[in-house]
């Protein structure tokens, strides 16, 4: 934990890409097990923010503690291993592998902790049964529809019981129908294993699933939960 009993603090985030400067001044905190949305229009920085907490991209300044320890202080190993065994993504097209079945998918990530072969298959299919896509498990990720590949996705997100989940606009290509289920059964599945999920999205039924909404606007971002806080 850090100081203020927050898995993941951010505090005065700025980053630049040449000209641009997608941070200038983010601030925000993250409790174990709970779903916090990152609102805010097109361009304002909000994939920024999540690849910045994530401890992909490294902020031009401020600093991001993840359960008490420094990202910045982390080498580059210590983060991979840290984001492979504490870490779930979900991105907006999925981002399978291609060649790999919908379970092979799924298992990915155990198998990239060291998890044999039949252990981890055994335990992706469970997600997948969950997700309700177990029947296309032996199907690559070309054969099956949008949102089955998100529910699978998400059930690579889940497999490993990450304490986090990163989901980048992770309904932004499905129908609102199957945005609605995929957005019920990744909120669902994280409460019940205590994941903290970082949403982005600028629509507010996705959001309408989090506990809460951090609003980032050109690059600024405002943590509600610290202002009723401070109040
Ligand atoms: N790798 C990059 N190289 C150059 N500019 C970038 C890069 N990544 C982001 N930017 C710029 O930084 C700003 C913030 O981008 P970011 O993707 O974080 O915003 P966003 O709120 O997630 O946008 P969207 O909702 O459209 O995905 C934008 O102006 C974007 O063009």
């Not at 999540?50 to 202080?73: F, N, S």
């Not at 055994?122 to 997948?128: K, Q």
Request: charged share 25%.
């Amino acid at each position: 934990m850090t100081p203020d009993g927050s898995l993941i603090s951010a505090a005065g985030l700025r980053k630049a890409y040449g000209p641009t400067t997608a941070l200038d001044g983010a601030d925000l905190s993250i409790h174990a097990g709970e779903v916090v949305a990152v609102m805010g229009p097109s361009g304002s920085g909000k994939s920024t923010l999540l690849h910045c907490l994530a401890g992909i991209v490294r902020p031009d300044a401020g600093t991001v503690h993840y359960d008490g320890r420094d990202l910045a202080a982390m080498s580059d190993a210590e983060r991979s291993a840290l984001r492979r065994r504490d870490f779930g993504f979900v991105f907006q097209f999925g981002q399978l592998v291609p060649e790999l079945t919908c379970l092979e998918n799924a298992a990915l990530p155990l198998r990239l902790t060291g998890h044999k072969r039949k252990d981890a298959e055994a335990r992706a299919l469970r997600w997948l049964e969950r997700l309700e896509v177990a029947d296309v498990r032996h199907h690559r990720p070309g054969q099956v529809s949008g949102g089955q590949g998100q529910r699978v996705a998400v059930a690579r997100a889940l497999v490993g019981e990450p304490r986090v989940v990163f989901a980048d606009e992770p309904t932004g290509a499905l129908d609102s129908l199957n945005g609605e289920r995929v957005m019920q059964l990744l909120t669902d599945s994280a409460r019940e294993t205590r994941a903290a999920v970082v949403l982005v999205t600028h629509e507010a039924r996705v959001a309408a699933y989090s506990d809460r909404e951090v609003v980032v606007r050109d690059g600024i971002a405002r943590d509600m939960a610290g202002m009723y806080d401070a109040a």
